[in-house]
């Protein structure tokens, strides 16, 4: 706006808000207030309530901590027999994993045995002739 010396009209049009918003959040601004902040005891919660809470981080922690190789489908069986109200979607119980308990979680990948067996040095031989 100040920097291209456009109207506020065209600000508005381009970014495609009402311009009475745009009149508002330059008034704020000039004011020197929070442009995009919310009013301090407004009666609006901030968003929904989180599901899962520290009790449900601590458990996952310490599960994690006994058993390290543990897969995202194991932990939330034993969280939600843990919890028994507790009803949660994998991509919530992934966000939480991810980024309150701060765990890092790899793909598992599962190998026949045979794989890994006696066929390793009979693979070897045969790349070598």
């Given amino acids: ?3 291209k010396d456009m109207s506020l009209r065209i600000v508005a049009t381009e970014l495609k808000i009402p311009k009475a918003t745009a009149y508002d959040w330059k008034k704020k601004y000039e004011e020197g207030s929070d442009v995009f902040g919310r009013k301090e005891g407004c009666g609006r ?3 929904r309530p989180a599901i899962l809470n520290e009790e449900h981080q601590k ?5 994690m901590d006994e058993d390290p190789s543990l897969v995202l489908d194991q932990m939330m069986d034993s969280l939600t027999s843990q919890f028994e109200d507790l009803k949660v979607f994998k991509t919530t119980h992934y966000d939480f994993i991810k980024k309150k308990c701060k765990i890092s979680v790899k793909r598992a990948y599962f190998y026949a045995v045979e794989r890994n067996s006696v066929k ?6 045969w790349v070598q002739r």
Avoid: H, N
Avoid at 120 to 125: A, D, G, L, S, V
């Fill in 1 to 3: 706006l100040y920097e």
């Fill in 45 to 47: 919660s901030k968003g």
């Fill in 59 to 63: 458990y996952l922690v310490e599960m």
């Fill in 120 to 125: 390793i040095q009979e693979r070897k031989e």
